[in-house]
């Protein structure tokens, strides 16, 4: 089952219905249509964010989502604010992070600085790096070292 390639004039004409293919959920997966990357430049999805997405971050996501829920929907000066002053070590990885997602947002889609905000973040579990520390008589503990993948969607206020 091949999906057909459209053409730019195609896609164009069919406009309204390729949006409303997308934005309507599938009703077993709950998932939206995917688009390839031509079709969502054509039809300009994505021009009205910013993303930034990190990913294999030496730092459990577990610690990371802590920091985050302090900062969704907060506007992008308050959350740089919460960041800077905020004693975890996920700050510092989320401060550079927002950096990354305004930068994204303001030269990419032209936004304006002044009505961004956190839209989305959030931080899924990475591949974990199994070691082993010796113990005594012989014996080995594993130690875990987990990563996290994290993505932040900054976005304009109405």
């Not at 709950?30 to 910013?50: C, F, M, Q, S, Y």
């Not at 920091?67 to 969704?72: A, E, M, Q, R, S």
Request: glycine fraction near 4%.
């Amino acid at each position: 089952m091949e999906k057909k390639v459209l053409s730019k004039e195609e896609l164009l004409k069919n406009k309204d219905q390729i949006l409303a293919e997308q934005n309507a959920k599938h009703t077993k997966s709950n998932k939206p249509a995917l688009l390839t990357k031509k079709e969502r430049k054509v039809l300009g999805i994505g021009k009205d964010e910013g993303r930034a997405v990190l990913k294999y971050a030496r730092i459990s996501s577990r610690k990371v989502k802590i920091v985050l829920d302090l900062i969704k929907n907060k506007g992008i000066d308050e959350a740089y604010g919460i960041l800077k002053f905020t004693p975890k070590a996920a700050s510092e990885v989320l401060y550079k992070l927002l950096k990354s997602a305004e930068a994204n947002a303001v030269n990419n889609n032209s936004l304006n600085h002044d009505n961004l905000f956190i839209a989305e973040a959030f931080a899924t579990q990475g591949p974990t790096l199994k070691r082993i520390m010796p113990r005594a008589q012989g014996r080995a503990f594993k130690i875990q070292k987990r990563t996290s993948h994290i993505t932040l969607v900054v976005k304009e206020r109405e």
